[in-house]
T-cell receptor, first 113, second 110 residues
């Protein structure tokens, strides 16, 4: 069964550093998403991406965040200058169209120290 | 704005007992509703989607528009059902964005 792959599984970074979280969506999927889950809290939508542009973003997704699909297979989330409160589990998801085939990756645990 | 409420943070049941996880939502339109399950730090997996009206792993959920609820039920809990369960909503005007509830941790004891 096709999977959404996220790397690394765990990343530790110093406050103020830039971090890039990587995702390889399912190959024929067209829609891509990032979510985050702060420990003990709910899963929160960050951003959706289609046709090489952001479709929708949440209030959390401020200027510190950016997404990119640099090479047709990877989908990245960049946090420009990390804060302690960015520590969370970040989930990537992809779908063929809207909710069709919606699949989550196993997540990257980001720890900002 | 949409909201998904799961009032129980933790549900502890004995093996073989019925289990019901509550989910209420608020949304002015016609939502699509889902239940996701997360086993012990694994990825989020789709358990049920209300439009498919299936039963997966013995779980069922019925959308009650009058009560704006989408409760998840299983008549006989198994130990392997121990997991985190999330109710999620997708609004008709938000293509693919999922709004999650806070989740309910289910612990099934033998």
């Amino acid at each position: 069964e096709p999977e959404v792959t996220q790397t690394p599984s765990h990343q530790v970074t110093q406050m103020g550093q830039e971090v890039i979280l990587r995702c390889v969506p399912i190959s024929n999927h067209l829609y891509f998403y990032w979510y985050r889950q702060i420990l003990g809290q709910k899963v929160e939508f960050l951003v959706s991406f289609y046709n090489n542009e952001i479709s929708e973003k949440s209030e959390i997704f401020d200027d510190q965040f950016s997404v990119e699909r640099p090479d047709g297979s990877n989908f990245t989330l960049k946090i420009r200058s990390t804060k302690l409160e960015d520590s969370a589990m970040y989930f990537c998801a992809s779908s063929f169209g809207g909710l069709t085939g919606y699949t989550f990756g196993s997540g990257t645990r980001l720890t900002v120290v | 704005a949409q909201r998904v409420t799961q009032p129980e943070k933790l549900l502890s049941v004995f093996k073989g007992a019925p289990v019901e996880l509550k989910c209420n939502y608020s949304y002015s339109g016609s939502p699509e509703l889902f239940w996701y399950v997360q086993y012990s730090r694994q990825r989020l997996q789709l358990l049920l989607r209300h439009i498919s009206r299936e039963s997966i792993k013995g779980f069922t959920a019925d959308l009650n528009k009058g009560e704006t609820s989408f409760h998840l039920k299983k008549p006989f809990a198994q130990e392997e059902d121990s997991a985190m369960y999330y109710c999620a909503l997708s609004a008709t005007d938000s293509w693919g964005k999922l709004q999650f509830g806070a989740g309910t941790q289910v612990v099934v004891t033998p």
